[in-house]
């Protein structure tokens, strides 16, 4: 799948979400509580991955690719919502730091 794949169905599931924050809050999410929630996912993603290596105590599953997932989808969100291209940020992210270890 390509980031624009990614994009594309992680809007389409973001607007379904907004359909319910709607109906249960009066309200959508604002960028920032979609960047906070973001966050706990990313720290999510820490735990999880210290319980898989051993060094957190053991969880009851493992939600470590679920949560890597969600990461990725709030993170295209995200992008979405502030005007950028995901595939654009990435793209030359890898770019930057591909030419500056190449030096």
Not at 34 to 40: E, N, Q, R
Not at 67 to 88: D, F, P, Q, Y
Not at 90 to 103: M, Y
């Amino acid at each position: 799948m390509d980031l624009n794949e990614v994009s594309a169905r992680s809007h389409v599931i973001r607007q379904k979400y907004h359909m319910l924050e709607e109906k249960h809050h009066g309200s959508r999410w604002s960028v920032e509580e979609d960047a906070l929630a973001f966050l706990t996912d990313a720290a999510l993603v820490g735990r999880l991955t210290m319980d898989k290596q051993g060094r957190w105590p053991k969880t009851s599953n493992d939600e470590l690719a679920q949560k890597i997932g969600e990461s990725v989808w709030w993170l295209a969100t995200l992008a979405e919502r502030t005007g950028l291209s995901l595939e654009e940020c990435v793209e030359k992210f890898l770019t930057e730091k591909e030419a500056w270890l190449n030096k």
